[in-house]
Each structure stands twice: as structure tokens, then as C-alpha cells.
């Protein structure tokens, strides 16, 4: 959780002032008392009750309450699409870390992907159409990958396009010029 904590305040010092003062009404909003902390009763009227345990993940100080610091992370898993595990029994909250998802859904869904916390994928606890499952990193770094080789694709359907109608192939560009993936 202390990953996904530091990415979420990354995530807020970076955010413009009307983000922040996005992020900052919505703990406001909650916090219904007005006293700079949510307690678990302000989360659940928000939330619900089937996500004590989400409360208390984002609680670090284990105080029982919010402040704005824990809220952010609150803030960040809420509104960046927070990856939940689509297998049947696990008591995962939501899918910290590496997770395994179903390539096809992510492919081709505008909407749904198939995600499954690695103790579901490892005993094969879930019922699903598709059997082709990537790890989050490799399908990241697979689709990385793809996106290099359509730009590549589509450089030198450009190149060649201007030789056509230049009559000269002095235009020629590498991928190096677009700066899409940084070299690591």
C-alpha cells in the first residue's frame, strides 16, 4: 500500500491548482463534520459498508480516521479506475502490485477488462470465455512494444510516401526522433 500511497501524492503535487482544489472539495464533501478527518462512518455514508477493510488499507496511521494525506490515496484508487479481482472467493480489495489480466478483454474492450489477483489466476479460481492472461507488467511492456512497432510501420509508410511525392529520400526518420519510450 505504500507504493500505491507515494504514487498518489506524486500523482497530487503534480496535479494543476484546480485539481487540487478538485481533490480537496471531495474530502471536504465527505468530511461532514468539518473537523479535517474522515471518520468510518463519513466513509461508509460516501461508500458504503462492504469496503471497511479498503478504509482501513488507506489508514496508515491506524487512527480510524483520514486526513487529507490518506485521503489522496483514497482519491487516487477511486478516480484512476481502481483494478478490482474479477475470481470467485479471494478477499482481495483491490489489486496492489503485479495482477493478471485477460489479454483478449483488454484488447478489444472499450470498457471491461478481466482481472485476477495472482492467487485466483494460480488455482484457476474463475470462470471466463478467454484463457490468454498476461501479467500487468509483460502486457504493459507487450504493448509498449506493438506501439513501437506501429509507429515504426507507419514512419516508413510516411518515408515513403514523401519519396513519392519529393522524389528524394532525404526525409528519413527514427524512433529515437518521437522520444516515446524511455530507455531504462
Do not use: P
Not at 514512419?155 to 529515437?176: H, K, M, R, V, Y
Request: hydrophobic residues 30%.
Amino acid at each position: 500500500m505504500e507504493e500505491i500511497r507515494q504514487v498518489a501524492l506524486a500523482y497530487y503535487h503534480n496535479f494543476s491548482e484546480d485539481e487540487k482544489y478538485e481533490a480537496y472539495q471531495a474530502f471536504r464533501e465527505i468530511d461532514s463534520n468539518g473537523d479535517g478527518t474522515i471518520t468510518i462512518d463519513e466513509y461508509e455514508e460516501n461508500f458504503g459498508t462492504d469496503h471497511r477493510s479498503r478504509f482501513r488499507e488507506v489508514d496508515t496511521n491506524g487512527d480510524g480516521k483520514l486526513d487529507f494525506e490518506e485521503f489522496i490515496t483514497l482519491y487516487y484508487l477511486v478516480n484512476s479506475g481502481m483494478v478490482l479481482c474479477d475470481g470467485h472467493g479471494c478477499k482481495v480489495n483491490f489489486l496492489k502490485g503485479l495482477y493478471f489480466t485477460c489479454v483478449d478483454c483488454f484488447s478489444y474492450s472499450k470498457t471491461n477488462t478481466f482481472d485476477l489477483c495472482t492467487s485466483c489466476y494460480r488455482y484457476r479460481n474463475f470462470l471466463h470465455n478467454h484463457t490468454n492472461f498476461l501479467d500487468n507488467h509483460v502486457l504493459m511492456r507487450c504493448k509498449a512494444a506493438y506501439l513501437q512497432d506501429q509507429l515504426s510501420l507507419i514512419t516508413s509508410e510516411a518515408i515513403c510516401w514523401s519519396d513519392d511525392q519529393a522524389g528524394e529520400s532525404e526525409s528519413e526518420a527514427s524512433l529515437e526522433d518521437f522520444d516515446l519510450l524511455d530507455e531504462q
